[in-house]
């Protein structure tokens, strides 16, 4: 029987550590007291006075918040319709909303007595906020990242050795995102008694979906107030970029039973059928790093090699909320190509003086062409979820024509 939205009550989600049907715990037996651990310790400290306060201040006084909402009345201009707002998350320390869940999770690490924190990466970002959270608060930290990622986000390999991270390149599998999750699922595995694995997306098994959308849910809380003080009420629309999902839930979540809000979900395009990263629109059920969700697989159950221009997006799963609300329509996700992705990054850059991430530019496309078709006191939020100077390189070779390392996904395989 399809489940309904009106069956759920999506504030208090997951139950039992599912989305409906999706979600759960399918990881080896060494790592589930771990995590029937880390989910007792994250209950007890998710309403800790003194937790919260003391990962307020970090938020505050370190990590910038809050993030500015910005009215992009050029942009509204260009598109021809409803009012566009920017959720500014790459005004955040680190240049993207991977800040938000990385400090919630390595104040735990740390109140768990853990003296190690691992954390995969694909466009870096992820990598970049943990290694500031490791120097922060003196926890040693390592990163695994893809090779393929390694050449194309050079710039945050180099943040993160800076900062004191010891960064280890995987050379197997496709070299990509899903690759560094397996290589980190590994290590935490041999390592669980000294090692907190800092999950960078709303994946994985529970509780890190529900984990990461939490600490997530800081995007959502800031933007209802803020709409709300600029334009009276809820916006009609929210929009943003999905590979693993957390940026997209959240802004979502806040207004999971405002049912006059749309959300639409931008996923990885690439160059079209069979060599994008779009999980949800082109994916089906199956299993991938620890829990049920939709996700790019052949007909026997392999793992497909996926594409994207944006090495965060550039993932054949994606987080099991997020299949739910397919499921039940609470969100519609569309796909957006490469060059519909780069020529919104440059369309931001020039019309607003604003450089986007290659993954936030899929929203800001996607928004784009939402807003177009709204009426004028109609209002719409995309949440840019990070900066582009990681991204400049590897933009202009593009615009050049050129091609980038990994740009055709090669050698794939989980």
């Known amino acids: 029987m399809k489940m309904k939205l009106s069956d759920l009550d999506l504030s208090s989600l997951p139950k039992k550590g599912k989305f409906g049907r999706f979600g759960g715990?399918?990881?080896?037996?060494i790592l589930l007291p771990?995590?029937?651990?880390?989910?007792?310790?994250?209950q007890s400290l998710r309403e800790n006075e003194d937790f919260n306060r003391i990962l307020q201040r970090y938020l505050k006084d370190y990590g910038g918040r809050p993030s500015p909402i910005y009215y992009a009345e050029r942009l509204t201009e260009l598109a021809g319709g409803g009012k566009i707002y920017l959720k500014r998350e790459d005004l955040i320390h680190g240049g993207a909303h991977k800040f938000n869940n990385v400090m919630g999770q390595a104040l735990l690490a740390e109140k768990w007595g853990k003296e190690r924190i691992i954390c995969e990466t694909g466009a870096g970002q992820h990598g970049v906020a943990t290694a500031l959270a490791g120097a922060v608060l003196g926890l040693e930290t390592e990163v695994y990242m893809g090779a393929i990622d390694v050449e194309r986000q050079e710039p945050n390999v180099f943040r993160m050795e800076l900062l004191g991270a010891e960064v280890h390149?995987?050379?197997?599998?496709?070299?990509?995102?899903k690759d560094a999750i397996n290589e980190a699922l590994a290590d935490w595995a041999e390592n669980v008694q000294n090692t907190h694995y800092l999950i960078g997306s709303a994946v994985g098994p529970h509780p890190y979906p529900m984990m990461v959308r939490d600490f997530q849910r800081v995007i959502g809380d800031e933007m209802k107030r803020q709409?709300?003080?600029k334009e009276g009420g809820c916006p009609d629309v929210i929009v943003a970029c999905v590979g693993g999902g957390s940026n997209a839930l959240g802004a979502f979540y806040p207004f999971a039973e405002e049912e006059g809000v749309r959300f639409v979900g931008a996923e990885a395009g690439g160059k079209g059928e069979g060599k994008n990263?779009?999980?949800?629109?082109?994916?089906?059920e199956g299993v991938l790093?620890?829990?049920k969700s939709f996700l790019l697989q052949d007909e026997g159950g392999q793992v497909q090699n996926t594409h994207s221009v944006a090495a965060g997006l550039d993932y054949p799963g994606v987080g099991p909320e997020h299949a739910l609300y397919k499921q039940v329509g609470r969100a519609d996700y569309v796909q957006v190509k490469d060059e519909e992705a780069l020529e919104a990054f440059r369309t931001l850059s020039q019309v607003e003086g604003i450089i986007p991430a290659l993954e936030s530019a899929h929203a800001v496309h996607a928004g784009m062409e939402i807003a177009g078709d709204m009426d004028e006191d109609e209002v719409l939020v995309i949440n840019l979820s990070g900066r582009g100077d990681k991204d400049l390189a590897n933009v202009r070779k593009l615009l050049k024509g050129d091609p980038i390392e990994g740009s055709e996904g090669e050698d794939g395989k989980n």
């Open 289 to 291: 790093h620890g829990a």
């Open 25 to 29: 715990r399918f990881v080896p037996e």
């Open 34 to 42: 771990a995590l029937v651990e880390l989910e007792e310790i994250y």
């Open 227 to 229: 709409i709300l003080e």
């Open 169 to 177: 390149v995987v050379e197997r599998g496709g070299k990509v995102l």
């Open 277 to 284: 990263a779009a999980s949800l629109t082109d994916g089906c």
